[in-house]
């Protein structure tokens, strides 16, 4: 059973920056496909970015493409999530998600495993 803990969210002002975590435990971390999700108020949850922790090309959402970017610390078996140049409208709650093996869609319906989300408001 994997288990995903996000942390690093929080309020900050338009242009600055923030470095989101997701701890991961509970399988073989360099077998996974790792993802965060975003999902603002009154809006569908969308995939902004995901790779798989065996080494491969991440994959951005086009409305994140410049100021997002994927990486992980496999000693820590944690995935981050650098957000850079930020707007109002990237406030939402922001979820790390797990499926193991590779990654084919950048999709809810592909991960099967959900952290509890960690909040990031732009004002």
């Known amino acids: 059973h994997v288990q995903l803990v996000e942390s690093g969210g929080g309020s900050v002002q338009a242009g600055g920056s923030l470095r989101l975590s997701c701890a991961a435990s509970?399988?073989?971390?360099?077998?996974?496909?790792m993802g965060w999700f975003r999902q603002a108020p009154g809006k569908e949850r969308e995939g902004v970015a995901m790779?798989?922790?065996?080494?491969?090309?991440?994959l951005y959402a086009a409305s994140v493409k410049g100021r997002f970017t994927i990486s992980q610390d496999n000693a820590k078996k944690t995935v981050y999530l650098q957000i850079d140049s930020l707007k109002p409208e990237d406030t939402a709650m922001y979820y790390c998600?797990?499926?193991?093996?590779?990654?084919?869609?950048?999709?809810?319906?592909?991960?099967?495993?959900w952290g509890q989300g960690t909040q990031v408001t732009v004002s």
């Open positions: 998600a797990a499926r193991v093996g590779g990654c084919a869609f950048l999709s809810e319906k592909w991960f099967n495993y």
């Open positions: 509970g399988y073989t971390y360099k077998q996974m496909c």
């Open positions: 790779f798989y922790t065996g080494a491969s090309t991440p």
